[in-house]
Every structure is written in structure tokens, then in C-alpha cells.
């Protein structure tokens, strides 16, 4: 095996296997004949030999958050090639970053979120990670579900004066001060629906004007012993 053919081989991006194949050779001959001419260093250095990938193309493909078996495939390299480049770069996929990531306890990490973007990922309980933005708009649509339910629960609309426009101008007023366990603006719809129906059960839905009045006892609303507050006041709930 001649050292210009060897190298014009090497040039072409083939690993030992693949000039083994074509040359007739068991790869570790290759490798001696490689080491003997001093080819290694010198491809190594020019950084193709071995299925050639430069570091410049490999980067993009990690950072789309490709896995080693998706650029292999986008790349048309095998996979223990493309992991052998990313080890020689120093490169990690993003799944490896997680991996690692997850078993060091890292509370958060950079990744790339198919919506929002390269962005800070937060350890979930259950484990592994997930997008910190994605997470809080979850948590925004989940409470807005949650009160719409109670509201219709409620009849959807303010039991002093019928507004019903909008949801947001809706509030849910304790009957009894006492009775409150929590309330049902903001974080209060947020615990589980059990919960907060059976807060909202000891409520009135007042509309943002009356239940200002009510607070302010312009209005006073019927107490429990009266016949206005279990006829026409008190809201019916399911079960
Ligand atoms: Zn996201
Ligand atoms: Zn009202």
C-alpha cells in the first residue's frame, strides 16, 4: 500500500474500515500503514480523515438539537463516526447535555424550544427538563380554564347586577369571611379543581363594581339566615 494512495484516500474522508474494504485489507493494516507514512497527523491536522465532517458543519446539526443518529443520517455518516467527530470537537448533543445535566442535579439549563426558541429549560419533578416559558404559559391557560369552569359554575355572571361580559372583571366573594381557605384570584385557580371548586362553593360571583361596593358595604349582600340568600343569591353548584 503506497503512502499517495493511502493519503488520497484519507483525503476522501474514508475511515480505515471503509479503505480496508476497498484495498483488501483488516483495518489495523490500514492503521500501521497510515501511522508508517505519517499520514495520520497530517489529515488529523487538516481535520478529514476517517469520514470527514469539519467542526463548522457539525456545529449547526448539534445546535438544531439533532440527535447523533440524525445527523449521521443528514451528514451520511455511520453513527459511531459522527460520535467519534463530536468526541474529537468536543461537541455533545443536546440530549447528551440533558442526560448529563440530569444526572449532575442541575436545577436548569440552556436548550432550544421548538416555540421559544434557545432558552432556560427548568428541572421538572417528575425529571428531565422542560421549557421555563412554556411551562408558564401552561400554567396561565390552565388557570384561565379553571376559572371560566367555576365561572359558568357559578351562572357566569355577577349575582348583583347580571354582568357577565367579561370573565376577567368576575370575582368570586366569600359569603363568610371565615370560611376562606384561599382565594380564587390568580394562584388560587391554579391549585386542583376539587379545590377550587369547593372554595368557589362558599362564594358569590360579584362583577369588579359590586363586589368594590360589597367590600365598601355600599351593598350588603343577604347572610346565610336569610330567605334572599339560599332562594335568589346563593348559586348553584353540581354535586
Ligand atoms: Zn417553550
Ligand atoms: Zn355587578
Not at 476522501?12 to 500503514?33: F, N, P
Not at 439549563?109 to 421559544?116: D, E, T, W
Not at 362583577?207 to 346563593?234: F, K, M, Q
Request: aromatic share 6%; proline share 3%; charged share 25%.
Amino acid at each position: 500500500m503506497d503512502s499517495a494512495s493511502l493519503e488520497q484516500l484519507l483525503g476522501q474522508g474514508l475511515s480505515l474500515a471503509d479503505i480496508g474494504r476497498r484495498v483488501d485489507l483488516h483495518e489495523s493494516t490500514v492503521g500501521y500503514w497510515v501511522k508508517r507514512y505519517g499520514l495520520e497527523a497530517v489529515n488529523r491536522a487538516k481535520c478529514a480523515p476517517r469520514g470527514g465532517i469539519a467542526r463548522d458543519e457539525l456545529v449547526p446539526l448539534v445546535e438544531q438539537e439533532m440527535s447523533i443518529a440524525q445527523i449521521a443520517e443528514a451528514v451520511g455518516l455511520s453513527k459511531t463516526t459522527v460520535r467519534h467527530w463530536l468526541r474529537e470537537f468536543g461537541l455533545e448533543t443536546r440530549w447528551a447535555q440533558r442526560r448529563r445535566a440530569s444526572a449532575d442535579g442541575q436545577q436548569q439549563i440552556m436548550l432550544r424550544c421548538p416555540r421559544h426558541g434557545v432558552t432556560r429549560f427548568k428541572r421538572r419533578a417528575a425529571g428531565g427538563y422542560r421549557c421555563a416559558k412554556c411551562r408558564a404559559e401552561a400554567v396561565t391557560r390552565r388557570r384561565r380554564k379553571v376559572k371560566r369552569l367555576l365561572v359558568e359554575e357559578a351562572g357566569g355572571r355577577c349575582s348583583v347586577c347580571g354582568y357577565g361580559r367579561c370573565i376577567a372583571a368576575l370575582e368570586f366573594h366569600h359569603w363568610v369571611p371565615a370560611d376562606k381557605q384561599f382565594s380564587l384570584s390568580h394562584r388560587g385557580v391554579s391549585r386542583s379543581l376539587a379545590k377550587a371548586r369547593a372554595e368557589a362553593s362558599k362564594c358569590v360571583l360579584l362583577c369588579a363594581n359590586c363586589h368594590a361596593e360589597v367590600e365598601a358595604s355600599v351593598i350588603t349582600l343577604p347572610s346565610p339566615g336569610d330567605a334572599l340568600y339560599n332562594r335568589a343569591w346563593r348559586p348553584s353548584f353540581p354535586g
